[in-house]
């Protein structure tokens, strides 16, 4: 396991165009987040997954954004009809929860993200 | 409402003189506080968390809850230091979402 993947790692679409993006966190772990990064910014919070289930999603997200993580282990990011305020890098990342070792907990990895371009 | 704010975009400071960077937060409750730092062409990875306690890469940071501060400092500064760092926070108020600052990109001149 070399880590947190994501594919692709580039992406240029039209706008109204919908696009797909894929993320493989590290094998064991049970946590999976979609954040967005923007030039200038940190990343942004999208959603998480617990295992298969959505448990949290941010108040600012879209309804054109949709997530899934149906077995629990990779997770894709669906936009769609793209806009061009949509044009940032969308990172994922992975965590163990429920781990004694208090360092371990929560610790997130992140993959090297998408950079989506939206023309 | 959750916030986490780094003041300075950019930090520049010459080799081996002391660097502090800084982070307030807004929360209420019991934060977690992390510096994630990432470097040129690589990906965000954790730095270091309070809980930990512990120096990493000679880098120290002090939840202060009564300034709602979590600096990150190192006394000595290092070329390979130089990076792109971002302070976060997570708790139960937040439902276990992070929030992340702006960040600061910290140049350690030689």
């Known amino acids: 396991d070399t880590g947190v993947s994501q594919d692709p790692r580039h992406k240029i679409t039209k706008r109204g165009q919908n696009v797909t993006f894929r993320c493989d966190p590290i094998?064991?772990?049970?946590?999976l987040y979609w954040y967005r990064q923007t030039l200038g910014q940190g990343p942004e919070f999208l959603t998480y997954?617990?295992?298969?289930?959505?448990?949290?999603k941010s108040r600012l997200l879209s309804d054109r954004f949709s997530a899934e993580r149906p077995k629990g282990s990779f997770s894709t990011l669906e936009i769609q009809r793209t806009e061009q305020g949509d044009s940032a890098m969308y990172l994922c990342?992975?965590?163990?929860?429920?781990?004694?070792?208090?360092?371990?907990?929560?610790?997130?990895?992140f993959g090297p993200g998408t950079r989506l371009t939206v023309l | 409402a959750q916030r986490v704010t780094q003041p300075e975009k950019l930090l520049s400071v010459f080799k081996g003189a002391p660097v502090e960077l800084k982070c307030n937060y807004s929360?209420?409750?019991?934060?977690?506080l992390f510096w994630y730092v990432q470097y040129s062409r690589q990906r965000l990875q954790l730095l270091l968390r309070?809980?930990s306690r512990e120096s990493i890469k000679g880098f120290t940071a002090d939840l202060n809850k009564g300034e709602t501060s979590f600096h990150l400092k190192k006394p000595f500064a290092q070329e390979e230091d130089s990076a792109m760092y971002y302070c976060a926070l997570s708790g139960r108020n937040t439902g276990n979402q992070f929030y992340f600052g702006t960040g600061t990109s910290l140049t350690v001149i030689p």
């Open positions: 990342a992975s965590s163990l929860a429920f781990t004694r070792d208090r360092d371990k907990y929560n610790e997130q990895f």
């Open positions: 094998s064991e772990h049970n946590r």
């Open positions: 309070h809980i």
């Open positions: 997954f617990q295992n298969e289930a959505q448990l949290e």
């Open positions: 929360y209420s409750g019991s934060p977690e």
